[in-house]
Nanobody, 117 residues
Framework: QVQLVESGGGLVQPGGSLRLSCAPS????????MGWYRQAPGKQRELVAT???????YYPDPVKGRFTISRDNAKNTVYLQINSLKAEDTAVYYC???????????WGQGTQVTVSS
């Protein structure tokens, strides 16, 4: 079973940037769509970005224009560039593969992003 390992989070001031990385323990080349999710305190986990194997991306409106997902198949890594960070972006960020019944893999530990001055 593939284990998902997220990294790159931290404490950042409003307006700052971060790049998150997701390095699965197994190959994700066969996985068409990978995504990033986040869960803020007291809220449900939500999808914030997806990318297909061909590079087609999707972002929900709250993050569109500030979040950029990318995928390096050679490194078996998925990235999430977050710019113009806002306090409401504070959350634990996870990667996973969207599936018909939710997600494909067990959730990893995620990486904490805290936006505060």
């Amino acid at each position: 079973q593939v284990q998902l390992v997220e990294s790159g989070g931290g404490l950042v001031q409003p307006g700052g940037s971060l790049r998150l990385s997701c390095a699965p323990s197994g190959s994700i080349l066969s996985i068409n769509t990978m995504g990033w999710y986040r869960q803020a305190p007291g809220k449900q986990r939500e999808l914030v970005a997806t990318i297909t194997s061909r590079g087609t991306t999707y972002y929900p409106d709250p993050v569109k224009g500030r979040f950029t997902i990318s995928r390096d198949n050679a490194k078996n890594t998925v990235y999430l560039q977050i710019n113009s960070l806002k306090a409401e972006d504070t959350a634990v960020y996870y990667c996973n593969a969207p599936g018909r019944l939710g997600v494909v893999f067990d959730w990893g530990q995620g990486t904490q992003v805290t936006v505060s001055s």
